[in-house]
């Protein structure tokens, strides 16, 4: 813990508590939506369930948990000025805050991992799979490391906010560099996973739909890769002598970070649950005037044989957004493949 402050602040006793607490619970709120709207897809829809949903969902539950861990830091007076804390309150949260961080760490590396195992579904060209594994490597890698490195920063690991504690801690230079360095390769790997998608599928013959769908997964990549910057940036905060007001800045970068990558792993099966729900209102508003509409060939009217033969010309996977349509493909590959059939007899 950093020496008590003696001298009252300037703009007294303000408290960004609640904004660190409101950004944390929404962002968090939102990607528990999208994972929950991306297991549907997987689990109703294409029925069939990958590695990477597995990642994915234990990314969302490391994110919950560090949720928690904020509401506790803001009971506490996180986001006060030490000045108007009792010294209790300025251990639990930095008690609190470090929890917190422990769980970022393995959450943002799960999701990317997920990232980048669904990328490497879509490509086919062996250059670009060797690229994914090195990607794969440094994430799990790196993650690993800071992983370790903020468990072991004491040892014990209470010692590091309670002092009446005896143990062995690495110094904040020292952590903080880490730390540093840990964001730095992060935002570089970063880069690399958002282009990927879109090395792979930019030049195939899309529509303008689709591209634009790409270009809106780039920027959630872009935003995260931001976000993942500015905690970069205000690191220094950790260390400062007002912690418990200064940790904003990274708390709220790693909070965004984390949950804006999980949106946007999730994001990519949006097009076919929204295909699927329009197919399906089309063909119920087509049974119910059909139904109603008086014929005099025994209830079957003219149209109905014209309506038949069109849908059996077109398949109804056909007009899916091609960011979704190619997991569906790859899902039905994989079923298929256990019948006999090949991917274009099943699609």
């Not at 398949?315 to 994989?334: A, C, F, G, M, R």
């Amino acid at each position: 813990m950093e020496p008590e402050i003696h001298t009252p602040p300037a703009d007294g006793d303000y408290n960004r508590g609640p904004t660190i607490m409101a950004i944390a619970v929404v962002s968090m709120a939102l990607a528990f939506i999208c994972v929950c709207i991306r297991l549907f897809v997987r689990i109703r829809l294409t029925k069939n369930l990958w590695w990477d949903d597995g990642l994915i969902v234990g990314g969302l539950l490391l994110s919950i948990t560090g949720v928690v861990f904020n509401i506790l830091m803001v009971a506490n007076g996180g986001g006060r000025h030490q000045y108007y804390l009792t010294k209790m309150q300025g251990q639990k949260v930095l008690q609190y805050n470090t929890l917190f961080a422990i769980c970022n760490v393995p959450c943002v590396c799960l999701v990317k991992v997920a990232i980048l195992l669904f990328i490497y579904r879509l490509q086919n060209s062996k250059r670009i799979a060797y690229f994914i594994h090195v990607l794969l490597f440094l994430t799990i890698t790196v993650g690993l490391g800071t992983f370790l490195l903020m468990v072991f920063q004491c040892v014990p690991l209470n010692a590091l906010w309670d002092h009446t504690v005896e143990g062995s801690c690495i110094s904040r230079e020292d952590y903080g560099d880490v730390s540093v360095a840990q964001g730095v390769i992060y935002s570089v790997l970063d880069l690399f996973i958002t282009s990927l998608p879109v090395i792979i599928l930019w030049k195939v013959q899309i529509d303008k739909r689709t591209k634009i769908g790409i270009c809106v997964l780039l920027g959630l990549g872009l935003l995260a890769t931001a976000f993942m910057i500015m905690r970069v940036v205000y690191y220094e905060q950790l260390a400062a002598a007002d912690f418990t007001f200064d940790c904003w800045g990274v708390d709220i970068a790693a909070q965004l970070e984390q949950n804006i990558c999980i949106i946007a792993a999730s994001i990519p099966t949006f097009p076919y649950l929204f295909k699927t729900w329009k197919r399906t209102i089309k063909e119920r508003s087509y049974g119910q005037s059909s139904s109603k509409k008086p014929s005099l060939l025994g209830g079957h009217s003219f149209s109905s044989k014209g309506n038949k033969s069109a849908a059996s010309k077109k398949h109804p996977y056909n007009d899916i957004t091609l960011l979704s349509n190619i997991t569906v493909k790859h899902d039905i590959e994989q079923q298929s493949s256990h019948g006999g059939k090949s991917l274009d007899e099943s699609w």
